[in-house]
């Protein structure tokens, strides 16, 4: 058993964990106006931006001259409260470890100094700072955890599969304790590529509806602390969540695109459910990936069907509250699972209104109190085909 | 820990397609840029589809067809890859058109292809392999971590094999921003005996290496994995002796059991310090043959030291051109790699 003993969370929707519950109780967004990315299209569409600047994410962090890029400071920022929240002073008395996950790691850094760097004597020696990698390093650093440190990239999936590694290796008593999850921030580089790609609504994104026209870009991370029983026990740590269930699954089918009846989503669900060793009837809430892209939801809607049959439990995307944050999303959804679990209550689908035709499933669209949720299935896809769930559940 | 290298596929400075000669006809480049020596791709991917990929794309596929046609298997249980630096001919070329077209006129292609984890996708594309599929990047961990990653698989999935790779690109300009950052030795420093370097830099290498593994010993087995740790950052020269004597313990191995050190020296004087100071107190006695200058600095070269480990092992051979008069038994072979300094590895690599 792999327990969750800590959660913390930057997004659009709160600077921490209670500032994030607060706004999925009150249905508030994080979307909006584009105020610190610097691009073209900044008018013309909306995203899930942290609202801090650079410098005061740095303020925060209580650091000062970090030179940590936007990456690694929300990294540190989410990794300093969920280590705060598990109780936890010195990473060194257990087998200790730190998973991250980001898609383009120190990018939002380089895309402004690159042509400097080129054309002329730079100033800045940014390439050491940009590898996705990079931004593990520091925080390991940074929390002196030295036992165990890598990053995963496995696109959208990212901060799933670091979950799922994050629990495999307590399994296989490699590590007692480690620090799971991703980071991405905002860059150019992402926001022209899924412009490119044509997947951008300009407009707040709507997962799951019949009319929706794309995805909304985030930014934000979010860490879990997993601890194995042993640790648990001799520590007599309060327990947020148990991972219960964990699949990764590769869709095959286009390296950017889902297959239609979701292949890779249907054998990452079900793997995930054979690890939790229950059926599926007993999930009481989908934390979906619901990008709002036509291809996505329509994928995700098709594989949840055939898992699922006639008893699909109540599912929701909160990515219509933080935009899509990529590399970080499964981690940011995670602790919104868990959050489902620890209020019972179902944070709702926001924006959704007309049922998509090509299927009978509709999400939640407000705000379900009182409704007892004891495990819950999150979603996570991505560009190259890899598909992840993760079920947490009530200790 | 026991994992069967079933099927090796390497791509890189030196021609390791052939793996009949072994290196037969190495050679030590005094150059900054070691580029990879790249089959005719044509006798393995399909000209049309060859078009789109990038270099390290046709690199990783090639090199992954290979191990699997060693290992005799058309599909695996896994796939994973590790790699530092990622797609980064299709990041440069997306980032470098954003900056001159100001964000306007952009195609796709060289975003979708920028992923780090697209060669383990296309892969599994090309193989239909709807399996776990992972990619890891950790700077000069990369590919020890997608090996402890599958590790872990062949321990939860009896019967299986994993698909490991690890591989890296070596495009101009990434070297000329490595330059620019004062990371690449300068032409006149470079000497043939990368251990008795005394400039700072390195040259920068890239290749791909891939590994069928399993827990199944089988005809085409070649080697065996007994140990592999990374370490986040080690805290000098008494840290790496007291990690390495742990290592070798829970291995059930003392120094005298190696009979062949391959030390992950980059050739630069500083980074190489600790290397060196450990090299001399603790393997003064055991054959010594560096990698790197072979294939390069780059944050998956220890892909290569496996392949070339593995191999050495399989053929109870080292080449010539490596090392002279050498008739002893190869039973256990230690990768000790380093990136700069601070994150180290072990590889421990012995005969079945």
Redesign the interface.
Known sequence: MVFVTGIGTISAIGKNVSETLSSLLESRTGIGKINHLQ???KDNYVAGEVNYSLQELENLAGLKNSNYNRTTLLSLLATQEALTSAGIKDASTYRTGFISAS?VGG?SH??LL??D??EHN?HE?F??TH????H??DV??HFG???????????CSSAA?AIM?GA??IN?N?LDRVIVGGADALC??TF??F???MILDKEWCKPFDNNRKGLNLGEGAAYLVLESERVVKAENKKIIAVLSGYG?????????ASSPDG??AY?AMQKALEVANFFSNKIDYINAHGTGTANNDSSEAAAIQNIFKKNIPPFSSTKSFTGHTLAAAASIEAVISILSIQNNTIFPNLNCVTPMQDTTLFPVTSLQKNTEINHVLSNSF?????CSSLIFSRN | MVIYINGTGCISHQNTIDVDTFLGNSQITCQPLLLAQEPDYKDYVPANMLRRMSHIIKMGIVAAKISLQQAELENVDAIITGTGLGCFEDTDKFLKTIIENNEQLLTPTSFIQSTHNTVAGQIALLIKCHNYNFTYTQQGLSFESALIDADMFLNENKNSNVLVGGLDEAIQPYYDLLVKAGHIKKQEDIITEIEKNKTKGFCLGEGASFFVLSNQKNKTTKAQIKGVKTYAAIKGSDDLKNQLAIFLQELNLSINDISLLLPGNSGDVEDDKILNENNKQLFSKTDIVYFKNLCGEFFTASAFALWLASTIVEKQRIPKTLMHNNNKELKNILIINQYRNTEYSFMCVSSC
């Open positions: 691009t073209i299209h898609s990018m380089s895309e690159y042509k760097f080129l730079p020696n390439i050491d590898y996705t990698g990079a593990a390093t390991a650093k955890i030295t036992d165990y440190v890598t990053t995963i990239s496995t696109a599969n590694l495999r290796l296989n490699i150019k580089f022209n590529g412009n490119t790609l990764n699954a590769n869709d095959a089918f286009h390296q950017t292949q890779g054998a991505g560009f190259g085909g890899n």
